[in-house]
């Protein structure tokens, strides 16, 4: 993939806590979560399609703890903004 097909449209970008998630053209996203230092390292994920977003949305969704709710927070803010696009 490169660096264009990856750019972010302007101001489809947001931060939930230790999650950043993209908007990239063509309506899938680009998710990276941050390893705190020395605790882990930082995880970049590109989804393309609305029904793999959904169901990571849904899984995120149903675990505990503060990164998942993050994570969901993110994703979902992802799907409104594609439904939105």
Avoid at 4 to 25: H, N
Wanted: positive net charge; hydrophobic residues 40%.
């Amino acid at each position: 993939m490169s660096a264009q097909e990856a750019a972010p449209s302007a101001e489809r970008e947001k931060t939930f806590g230790s999650i950043s998630v993209r908007v990239l053209d063509g309506g899938g996203i680009e998710i990276i979560r941050k390893g705190a230092s020395g605790r882990g390292k930082t995880l970049r994920q590109v989804m393309w399609h609305p029904e793999q977003i959904e169901a990571a949305w849904i899984a995120a969704s149903s675990r505990r703890g503060t990164d998942a709710r993050d994570q969901s927070s993110a994703l979902r803010w992802a799907l409104d903004e594609i439904a939105n696009g």
